[in-house]
């Protein structure tokens, strides 16, 4: 346990009621996705997308996932809490790919930068696109940048 490591001695009260609150936080950012980025992946799936999900998460996040307002929206999840790997792995993309039934060549991968997901999905010849709707992870990539998940769909259009 981290306390313990730490010199922490919680109680198995301390340990719930940080268990609870971690589980509340990852629930609360899992439902604050805006409604405009709800909107633009609903445009994305009607024009013929498959969507997943590439993700360093916490197994709290990865548990809360499934009662997200942004679960119905993805055909796949690859959870790195999940899969054993995690970004910039190609691995854990791969097993997205593979899930999907596509090639990386066939994917459009959007991301924020962090954890150098973007390099690491256009290697795998993923087509990387940078938001800046939840953080500007990566201000020096090259390529091309949304400010929302709204602008997608336009930008990308319908799968080939």
Same mark, same amino acid.
């Given at each position: 346990?981290?306390?313990?490591?730490?010199?922490?001695?919680?109680?198995?009260?301390? +340990?719930?009621? $940080?268990?609870?609150l971690?589980?509340?936080?990852?629930?609360?950012?899992?439902?604050?996705a805006? $409604?405009? =980025?709800?909107?633009?992946?609903?445009?994305?799936?009607?024009?013929?997308?498959?969507?997943?999900?590439?993700?360093?998460?916490?197994?709290? =996040?990865?548990?809360?996932? *499934?009662?997200?307002?942004?679960?119905?929206?993805?055909?796949?999840? $690859?959870?790195?809490? #999940?899969?054993?790997?995690?970004?910039? #792995?190609?691995?854990?993309?791969?097993?997205?790919?593979? !899930?999907?039934?596509?090639?990386?060549? #066939?994917?459009?991968?959007?991301?924020d930068?962090?954890?150098? #997901?973007? *390099?690491?999905?256009?290697?795998?010849?993923?087509?990387?696109?940078?938001?800046?709707?939840? !953080?500007?992870?990566?201000?020096?990539?090259?390529?091309?940048? +949304?400010? =929302?998940?709204?602008?997608?769909?336009?930008?990308?259009?319908?799968?080939?």
């Amino acid at each position: 346990m981290i306390a313990e490591r730490v010199g922490g001695d919680p109680s198995d009260e301390q +340990v719930l009621e $940080a268990t609870n609150l971690r589980r509340g936080l990852a629930r609360q950012l899992l439902n604050a996705a805006p $409604a405009t =980025t709800i909107g633009a992946l609903a445009r994305l799936r009607a024009s013929g997308w498959r969507i997943g999900l590439v993700s360093n998460v916490t197994a709290e =996040t990865q548990v809360q996932w *499934a009662e997200s307002s942004l679960a119905p929206h993805f055909d796949f999840t $690859a959870f790195s809490a #999940e899969i054993g790997s995690a970004k910039p #792995e190609p691995a854990i993309y791969l097993t997205a790919c593979t !899930a999907l039934g596509v090639s990386p060549a #066939e994917c459009v991968y959007i991301g924020d930068g962090r954890d150098n #997901e973007l *390099a690491a999905a256009a290697s795998l010849g993923m087509h990387a696109i940078r938001t800046l709707e939840h !953080a500007n992870s990566h201000p020096a990539w090259p390529g091309p940048t +949304v400010r =929302t998940f709204a602008e997608l769909p336009s930008l990308i259009g319908t799968p080939a």
